[in-house]
């Protein structure tokens, strides 16, 4: 079972916002990183470290922690933005990393 | 531009074994832990295991489900990292993908497209 838990699916309507929570204890001391998964696509980095977008990321999509839980947020959601997020950290012992189990996020 | 190319994956037999590879461009490839991550068919993400710089070692991680069975290794003068597979299982059934790992960062900057192992008899 994976160390980090996200909700497995998530709906949002066109240009709202929505936040996509991941939980664990190891976010207690590390931060998430965040990956969107389109269907058949490798990942993409979209958010690291505690609120940093690669290059070529837009700015609607922002990342936050709070105890053991790390959130990205995306404002003002596009059509273009369903997909698959995971999440990923170090665990507890820091020296392996872990996935979250995957939000899917539907734009209705 | 970052590449990052896999290959060698396919099919094979449970308990044999396989070698897949990725070669990389674009980057000073020696600089970088480099990792490799799987994604069974309809699943979600697994990290598999990474190997860090020379300068941190060279050393290797794994996640439980492959330890003592896989192994990574990386030759920095071709710029290319490899995952061996021994001892198949049919659950080792995936698309794997290779990710370089920025530890300024704490993440998977860039992924390859991903090679397709399936373990079936």
């Known amino acids: 079972s994976s160390e980090l838990t996200q909700d497995p699916a998530v709906s949002v309507a066109l240009g709202q916002t929505v936040r996509i929570t991941c939980q664990g204890d190891s976010l207690r001391t590390y931060y998430a990183s965040w990956y969107q998964q389109k269907p058949g696509q490798a990942p993409v980095l979209v958010i690291y470290g505690k609120n940093n977008r690669p290059s070529g990321i837009p700015d609607r999509f922002s990342g936050s922690s709070s105890g053991n839980t790390a959130s990205l947020t995306i404002t003002g959601a596009q059509a273009k933005d369903e997909a698959d997020y995971y999440c990923?950290?170090?665990?507890?012992?820091?020296?392996?990393?872990?996935f979250g189990g995957g939000t899917k996020l539907t734009v209705l | 531009e970052v590449q990052l190319v896999e290959s060698g994956g396919g099919l094979v037999q449970p308990g044999r074994s396989l070698r897949v590879s990725c070669t990389a461009s674009g980057f000073t490839f020696g600089d970088y832990a480099m990792s490799w991550v799987r994604q069974a068919p309809g699943k979600g993400l697994e990290w598999v295991g990474f190997?860090?710089?020379?300068?941190?070692?060279?050393?290797?991680e794994y996640a439980a489900s492959v330890k003592g069975r896989f192994t990574i290794s990386r030759d920095d003068s071709k710029s290319i990292a490899y995952l061996q597979m021994n001892s198949l299982k049919t659950e080792d059934t995936a698309v794997y993908y290779c990710?370089?790992?920025?530890?300024?960062?704490?993440?998977?900057?860039?992924w390859g497209q991903g090679t397709m192992v399936t373990v079936s008899s």
């Open positions: 190997i860090r710089s020379k300068a941190f070692g060279g050393t290797t």
């Open positions: 990710a370089y790992y920025d530890s300024r960062k704490d993440a998977f900057d860039f």
């Open positions: 990923n950290s170090r665990d507890s012992s820091g020296n392996h990393l872990v």
